[in-house]
Each structure stands twice: as C-alpha cells, then as structure tokens.
C-alpha cells in the first residue's frame, strides 16, 4: 500500500506511455468529504470551523444529512435523528439542505472527473468511480491522476475529496474510506490481500451490524478469517450471500465501472412531527405521495413495475410491502392504487414515517405493453388518464405543484359565525 496523501499535477506525465500491466491499477473512486456540509461551509464563510448539520431541525423529528467533521468528533453521522444529533453536540448549526447548489458542485466535481476519463460512474451527488485504464498515455498512471483529480478539486472548487485506487472497484472504495478526510489510499496489486484482511469483517460490501455481531459470535471477525472460513459456515449467517461475500474478501470484483447509469429505483418518503393514527390522514399522505413519485417519473421519462410500500411505526420498527405490476408505469393513480391495497396489509399502529417507492424502472418507451393489473380495462380509458396526468404536469410546470389538487387534499371551509344552524326553538 502507497502512501503519499497528494500527488502534484507536476508529475502528470511521468509514467505515460508504459506498457499495459494486467496488474497495474485502474480503478479511482472518488468520494467528497462531509460533501453538502463542505459546500455549505465554503460557501459562508462564518461557517468555517464550526460544526455544520445539514438536515431536519431536531424539534421537527429531522434526520441527518451530512455532518462537518467539526461535529463528527462529537459522535454525530450521517443518517442520525437530528434529536440525538443535537444531544451530543448542542451547539451544533443546523441548516436545511439545499439540493440546488449540492447538485451544481456535484456537476462541477464530475466534470473534472470526466475530463480524465469517459468511464465515470456516479453513485450519487458525492461519489464516483472511474476506469482510467485508457488514460495513461495521456495523463500517466492511475496514482498520478488521483493525486491530480484531488488537486483540481481543492483549487478549482475549494472543496475536498479523498480518492482510493486498486485494480477492483470494491477495493478502491474501501480505500477511499481509509484515510479520511482528504485521504489519498493506493492498493498495491500485491498488497491487496495484507490490506484487506485486517480489516474488520462490517467492512466487507453487503454485512450490516447485525451479520458482523453473528459473524464475530462464531470466530470471524476479521475480513481475512470469514476468506478462510468454510463456506457451510458462513452459510448459516450469510445465507446465499456466503458465496459472494468471500469472493470479495479474496479481492475477487470482476464489475466494470458502467458511464451509463440507469436509476434503479425512485421514491418519496416523508418523517412527520407527530406520529399519525387517523386512517384518513395517513390515506392522504400515501395519496401524496404516490402522486408526486409518478410526476417525477414522468418529468424523467421512466416508468416503474414494482410498487414499495414503506413503513415506519412510532417504535422505529419498519416494515415494506411490495408488489409487481404486469405492467410498467408512471401514472400515479395506479401507484396509488397498488399502494393503497398494500396499505390493507399493515398493522394499525401509530406512524413515524411513510415511503414510497417505484423500482424496475425502464425508459418509458421500451417498457413491454401489457396489461396492467388494476388499470382499467379499456385502453382508450387509459390513454385518456395518461394525457390528463400529462396535462396536469404541464400545469405544475407552469403554475407550481399546488396549482391543481385531489379535493381530499383541499380542507373543507370553516363556517362562518352567522351561517351556523341555530337550535330549533
């Protein structure tokens, strides 16, 4: 494992034209530190030094988006009720996000990241990885452009990344990780295996806390011993995951990094103030949200054949349901109706948050035109309801989400003093 924490761009071209290793490195993946927290912090100046929670007020039962490192070494992460958040560190600055600005830095990181490579594959606003096997002749080995990708984005964005290099891209993601913030970690080909095998065992893609305490429970706490480990016996933690799990702690990842993403899943998921019992209200929250996933699916010209409900009690148990549609769409009064029968089949308890979810998108033009389950029948009925939900899009467009309403969404006028009924004499 290499060391170096930055690599000037003076030395770009110091190993270009050397011949193609089958071993050589080639895979970067680079992931901005505390990245919204980062933007917010550069962008005011005041914030600098401070602790920075970008996320929900802790009053209104929000959640942690990023976290300053200032704030982290209070205990506080990502992901973290914004109640416990503030517990560790009370004074803590919480700021709303700002999605329209993360996204701006984010096109402007990914563009550097494309100026080395065509071979760049976002996981997210924050984090990318890269193929820069086609790029030595140009701007040298994969360690060059690393050190170089880390310098444009500190000097042209005054932002930081930390960047991991090696052959595979579960590799070179661990090692992004490892020497945060403003982290430069080079795998080695041969010091693959004496790299990762210390590791504890959660590190490896796939094992949450609850695997890693079983996994610890029976001697395998580390990556190199669950390498070792006979499969039978991961199989009773791991189930069929055991194959691939150690796989990986070989160092084994054949995936290529794909330039060409395309969204996986898209959904909407709301945390309330107050926990929810009223049937009516919850109905109408799952309505909302039903309706404003397939407006967004629509805007991105993708449709979606399984339908995820989620759930999450006031005692933070969650619970999904799902089903499959026999046919793709964005049409939301479908989402709503799916969602609405999977609705029957959760408890009635007290609800903290609800979610949902359209997965197995396609593009919209190469979705199979079958039938789909509860739409109705006619098909000039339901090409009427695509152009109304199209219409109404326009209409959001132009004149705001609010501008059209479900009725059940609009609450009934309070009557005047003079117009209430008067008891009858």
């Known amino acids: 494992m290499l060391g170096p924490d930055r690599l000037g761009g003076r030395v770009l071209h110091e190993l270009s034209g050397s011949h193609m290793d089958p071993r050589a490195l080639r895979i970067l993946h680079v992931d901005m530190d505390a990245f919204y927290a980062s933007v917010e912090q550069r962008d005011r100046p005041e914030l600098r030094g401070k602790p920075v929670i970008v996320g929900g007020p802790p009053?209104?039962?929000?959640?942690?988006?990023?976290?300053?490192?200032?704030?982290?070494?209070?205990?506080?992460?990502?992901?973290?009720?914004?109640?416990?958040?503030?517990?560790?560190?009370?004074?803590?600055?919480?700021?709303?996000?700002?999605?329209?600005?993360?996204?701006?830095?984010?096109?402007?990181?990914?563009?550097?990241?494309r100026s080395y490579t065509p071979l760049v594959?976002?996981?997210?606003?924050d984090e990318a990885f890269l193929d820069v096997a086609g790029s030595r002749r140009l701007f040298g080995a994969a360690e060059v452009i690393a050190g170089a990708i880390k310098c444009r984005i500190r000097e042209e964005l005054?932002?930081?990344?930390?960047?991991?290099?090696?052959?595979?891209?579960?590799?070179?993601?661990?090692?992004?990780?490892?020497?945060k913030p403003d982290g430069l970690c080079i795998v080695a080909a041969e010091d693959e295996l004496g790299f990762l095998h210390p590791l504890p065992v959660e590190r490896l893609f796939g094992i949450g806390p609850k695997?890693?305490?079983?996994?610890?429970?029976?001697?395998?706490?580390?990556?190199?011993?669950?390498?070792?480990?006979p499969r039978e016996h991961l199989q009773r933690v791991l189930g069929s995951f055991a194959a691939q799990a150690q796989e990986l702690a070989w160092a084994r990842d054949p995936r290529p990094v794909v330039a060409e993403r395309r969204e996986l899943s898209h959904g909407k998921e709301r945390t309330f103030e107050r926990d929810l019992v009223a049937p009516e209200e919850l109905e109408r929250r799952l309505l909302y949200l039903s309706r404003?996933?397939?407006?967004?699916?629509?805007?991105?010209?993708?449709?979606?054949?399984?339908?995820?409900?989620?759930?999450?009690?006031?005692?933070?148990?969650?619970?999904?349901?799902?089903?499959?549609?026999?046919?793709?769409?964005?049409?939301?009064?479908?989402?709503?109706?799916?969602?609405?029968?999977?609705?029957t089949e959760v408890p009635r308890q007290p609800v903290r948050l609800l979610g949902v979810t359209m997965k197995n998108l396609s593009d919209e033009l190469e979705a199979p035109a079958q039938a789909e389950l509860f739409a109705v029948q006619d098909e000039e009925a339901r090409a009427a309801r695509e152009r109304l939900q199209r219409a109404e899009l326009e209409i959001?467009?132009?004149?705001?989400?609010?501008?059209?309403?479900?009725?059940?969404?609009?609450?009934?006028?309070?009557?005047?003093e003079d117009d209430r009924a008067a008891p009858e004499g």
């Open 211 to 229: 695997s890693a305490e079983r996994l610890r429970a029976i001697g395998y706490a580390t990556i190199g011993a669950l390498a070792s480990a």
């Open 158 to 179: 005054a932002l930081v990344a930390s960047v991991g290099v090696a052959r595979t891209k579960f590799l070179a993601k661990i090692a992004s990780d490892h020497r």
């Open 59 to 113: 009053e209104k039962r929000g959640v942690v988006c990023a976290a300053s490192y200032e704030v982290r070494a209070y205990g506080v992460r990502s992901a973290m009720p914004s109640a416990r958040a503030m517990r560790l560190c009370p004074h803590a600055i919480f700021l709303p996000p700002d999605f329209a600005r993360y996204t701006a830095a984010s096109r402007a990181v990914m563009a550097i990241l």
């Open 292 to 343: 404003e996933v397939g407006f967004e699916l629509l805007e991105k010209g993708l449709v979606g054949r399984t339908v995820v409900l989620k759930v999450r009690f006031a005692d933070f148990r969650t619970i999904t349901r799902s089903h499959t549609l026999d046919r793709a769409t964005a049409a939301g009064d479908a989402i709503w109706t799916t969602v609405r029968e999977l609705w």
């Open 396 to 416: 959001r467009r132009r004149f705001g989400a609010d501008a059209l309403r479900p009725l059940r969404f609009v609450p009934p006028p309070r009557p005047a």
């Open 121 to 125: 594959e976002p996981l997210s606003l």
